[in-house]
């Protein structure tokens, strides 16, 4: 991947502005999720290798865990957003306790291909992460991009999957296009808290999603000192920090659990 295959921007054509829009009603997987204590999820895409090492202490120090969205395509690549972690770094993110989630292989725009080329570029990723053993249980989404046909082909493959509009989870929420809230820019921290003070106030759960970790962030990441401070005042204010993978166990309620 060039740097100008990464920083690609989705289309804003009217078609894929209705796709967007549409794909939040359709192929939808309903679940009823329910915490005891307000939730928060910490979670990587690409795994630049400064998230991997700075991104991984910090949570780690917190004595906490994250979720790493791992394209395997990229892995020891060079990116804006600096190098991406090789599968050796990736391993030992695993055996440290955190999760290893599926990006696709090739960072693959699902918003804009055909169902064969989800399946095909997913089954790729997935074959080379058995190699390392490691199955990922949920997804997110390159670029936050969504379709009908994505969801319909990926819904049912993972527990859950993530995308990049923002909002959290508090009730009834939809497994195959669940909202993440970006740490990334000059906002992206205040925004993180805002949606916090939400989940906050009922139990909700937030799913926070970066990039690279380090001083001068690319426009996708955050600093150290950013993702530090949303985990101090997540912690201090009673939520309790979670993988993806471990939060949808906790939180998510059947019919028996509801009746």
Known sequence: MTEADYVYSPPETVFDKLRRKVSRFVERRPAQFAFDRPTLSVTFDDAPLTAVRAGAEILEAAGVRGSFYISAGLCGRDSPMGPYAGMDEVTALAAAGHEIGCHTFSHLDCGRSQADVIVCDVGLNATTLSEYDLSPETFAYPYGEVSPAAKKTLGHRFRGLRTVRAGMIAGEADLAALPGVGLEGPGGEATVKKWMDKAKARNGWVIVFSHDVRDEPSQWGC??????????????????????????SLGQRTSADIS
């Open 223 to 248: 600093t150290p000192e950013s993702l530090k401070r949303v985990v101090d005042q997540a912690l201090a204010d009673g939520f309790q920090v979670l993988p993806v993978n471990e939060a949808l």
